[in-house]
């Protein structure tokens, strides 16, 4: 650990739960201001991109609201930005934002304003090219000696560059040999391009030889094109590293006029344009990103480099002249010139922390105080300390989680483990099963883990109550046996008649489930006035059914369900749960509107004030409380929302589980099935701003109905394209497929995640099983 922290000039805390890499941070004169002052730009996972002009203030004053000139919200996950030349017909500095599948320039410009928090950013989107490969990183420049202009270049996650001048797209080229993409930067000074490949060797390639090869739309084709005719593409040089490379930097700068650096692993390599090293530094910590930079001291190079032990360290060549303490990981760190202070160091971690800091030591004042001189009466220690040891044993008699397990366990030997379980919400839960999981080592030291699944009872959620004749929503379930007694199959819940013919379930939170068995017939029915709750019983009621018949020795036993399947009546807990996601987002955006209208109250409020001769408010103040308890009833309605939301995810989870349950019995599942059924209608175990259940279950839903679940091998030969999922407009196309699959399900389709979806239906009997879908 240094002595010494890196001094913190200006820093911010970007978003909250999202994520970012070291293609998300540069730096650069954006806007053209022509002040000689750089800005930070950021881009995330999440499609959020920030621009900042970063100033010095005193740590009261200090706030990210002051310094941030721009925040879009883009619709695709931003994975690396650049600041170039990158508009024809012009000279100024664009913005170029990588996308999975798409690549976009923007141009950004500054409006100034009235007063003194007046001036307005603009995002203006130039040109964009979508992409037919998905995107890995990119890199830029005067590709061929072209002047005044900055071409770019593409590295797709299967090994493809592709390379555009400005607004068109010119070829593309598959990298020889390819598995796995690596980092890709461009040498001006010998016109080509460096990787490293997952061969764990740095390869060279000429732009020259790259616009000469042979052209391809795939890699089979520029495999067997290069073998039969046209031009190979070559390697100018190579060096073998041994290890896999976490980034590669090509300065431009005077005194590093022929330096490559490659960061790897563990260890730093510095070589010459021709592919020799010029020096290596092995590295005793994990590195997470670098940047070297001109040296004061000819002949030397200087690096920035940071590790994951939070710790910015400054090499001059081999030697380490300057280490610093960082408040986080840094995965990208760039250096920028600001109009207060050149040369600050920026560093962006992957939680989102935004740093500008400067070298420097920041010596502590702090003294610590003399303690008092004091007896100790020892008989008073003795006595709290015996208080405190009995508090700590009461503790752990009823504490709810072990995290101990136990210093040791012999072999074939049982330990008893109690813990409570507690209603999360004024809800039914949808599931009652739990997991657990023990680590331990093995004898021979060798750690192992050993994990399960268990059952809460149904005790814990209900209680035994009367029954109620007459239900809104019903279900029947068939057996091929007998009717029996309910008080057998339920034993300690009496029923009210001594036949067994009743029983009757109160839900602590929830309504109340009646169990009738039909004494003519081998039915039983089972009725509430809420359509989820019946789930939590029916599972119930066939899971006791099954072991009631197993332990008499029954082997033929079967639970059926004639149908129809109630769609309708889950249809409306469908609805609810989405009319619920609506209005959320209708809460947000009416928020972000009073917000919006609040920051400009407060912003001409503030020039009022500050007039050398006031002029009357005209009634601001009164328009800023209006707007200031709108926005706090907002904020209440979205929170009461939110609640309501989670309750009716339950609820909808609980639904799904009831039609899961019915479908396999109408149809007879197996347990494969069944569980593909349930991952397609249940994928999400909680509802996401950024991705819902109705967009997740009809994407799910459209595969099957392509796949295995279609009507024709035509239909089978189209695959489920690649598309963004955003929140639907609303639920008549996901209730329009649920019912085609549950129509095709009951023809006889069945669910298969075999990838040989075009074989065509055996008709001929055979022994060997298939897991592709068929019909009957």
Sequence with gaps: MSLFKARDWWSAVLGEGEEFDQGCLCVGDVDNSGSGCDKVVVGSYMGMLRIFAPHASKPAEQTVADAQLLEVQLRDPIIQVEVGKFVSCSELLHLAVLHPRKLSVYAVSGTAGNVEHGDQYQLRLVYEHNLQRTACNMTYGPFGGVTGHHFICIQSMDGMLMFFEQESY????????????????????????????????????????????????????????????????AVSWLLVLGEQALDIYVPSASPMASSIFVLGERNLFCLRDSGQIRFMKKLEYNPSCFLPYASVSEGTTNVLLGNHNNMLLVYQDTTLKWAAQLSCVPVAVRVANFLELKGLVVTLSSEGHLQCSYMGTDPSFFTAPKVEAREVNYDEVDAEMKALHKVIREATKNQVILFSLFVFIGSGSQVVVAFSAFLNGHYTPADLTGDIAVSYSSPTGVPRVAQCKFVLPLRLV?????????????????????????????????????????????????????????????????????FEDIWLVAKELVQRFDRHFAKLGVKDFRNSFSGPIPLAEYFETVDHHFELRVNAQKYQDLLSERAVQFRAIQRRLLTRFKDKTPAPLQNLDTLMEGTYRQVIALADAAEENRACLVQAFSRLRSATHLLILLVSLWQGLSAEQTAILEATLLPLLQDTPQLGWEESVDAAVSHLLRTCLSRSPKDQAISLSTMQLSMPKDTSRLKKHITLLCDRIGKGGRLSLSSEANVPTPTVISTAHSLHCNKR
């Design 170 to 233: 010119a070829f593309g080229r598959f990298l020889p040999g390819f598995l796995l993409p690596g980092p890709l930067c461009y040498c001006a000074r010998t016109d080509s391009f460096i990787t490293v490949s997952s061969t764990r060797q740095v390869e060279c390639y000429r732009y020259e030889t790259l616009a000469v090869a042979t052209d391809a739309d795939t890699r089979q084709d520029s495999e067997q094109q290069s073998k039969s005719s046209g031009k190979r593409l």
């Design 462 to 530: 209900c209680c035994p109550t009367s029954a109620s004749k007459n239900s809104k929503y019903k279900i029947t379930v068939d057996t091929n046996k007998p009717p029996v007694n309910l008080n057998e199959v339920f034993p300690g819940t009496s029923a009210e008649d001594k036949e067994g013919n009743a029983l009757a379930f109160q839900f602590i939170a929830g309504s109340r489930v009646t169990v009738l068995a039909s004494k003519t017939s081998q039915r039983y029915r089972i009725q509430s006035e809420s």
